[in-house]
């Protein structure tokens, strides 16, 4: 199998990566029922990810086999709480990989690249949101060294 090509994304990818989006909606949805797509959400994510490519703070990149888009990461620089250092975080927006593509390093070549971007931008530290029903996510982003640092909690309020 051919090594995938990692590059910054480009808005002729969106129609392949909407579809890796759509699954993966999909997959957290049946993972837990919290996560609920909007009827509109595939039109809401296309229209945030063409956007992303034109924020300077933020990073888009994809993985790239014989042509076809199998994978992506979104990262960005944002500040971090008020009164803490370092005043600027790096922030894994998202991540997704085709389920028939998963697997020979293409989470830790989109990371890669990611990160190189992030400490071109002066940023030392990431921190991301990985779904706790996500067993494949958890075990991946730990396998690349990354360590719990909240309980990110969820409520539903009452009527």
């Given amino acids: 199998m051919a090594d995938p090509e990692m590059r910054r994304a480009e808005a ?3 129609d392949g990566l909407s579809l ?5 909606a999909e997959t957290l949805s ?3 029922i919290r996560y ?12 945030a990810f063409l956007k992303a490519l034109d924020d300077p703070n933020r990073c888009c990149i994809v993985a790239v086999r014989r042509g ?5 990461m979104i990262g960005a620089v944002q500040p971090n709480a008020p009164g803490l250092l ?5 922030m894994v927006i998202e991540m997704a990989v085709d389920s028939h593509g998963r697997g020979g390093r293409i989470g830790t070549g989109m990371f890669d690249l990611l990160s190189a971007w992030f400490r ?4 030392q530290n990431v921190e991301l949101r990985v779904p706790y029903r996500n067993a494949i996510a958890q075990a991946f982003w730990r396998a690349i060294g990354a360590t719990q640092l909240y ?3 969820w409520l539903k309020l009452r009527d």
């Fill in 12 to 14: 002729a990818d969106l």
């Fill in 20 to 24: 890796i989006w759509q699954e993966t």
């Fill in 30 to 32: 049946r993972l837990d």
């Fill in 36 to 47: 609920r797509v909007a009827p509109d959400g595939a039109a809401q994510w296309r229209a």
């Fill in 68 to 72: 076809t888009v199998i994978g992506y």
């Fill in 86 to 90: 370092p005043e600027q975080i790096g």
């Fill in 120 to 123: 071109e931008q002066g940023i």
């Fill in 151 to 153: 309980d990110h909690m």
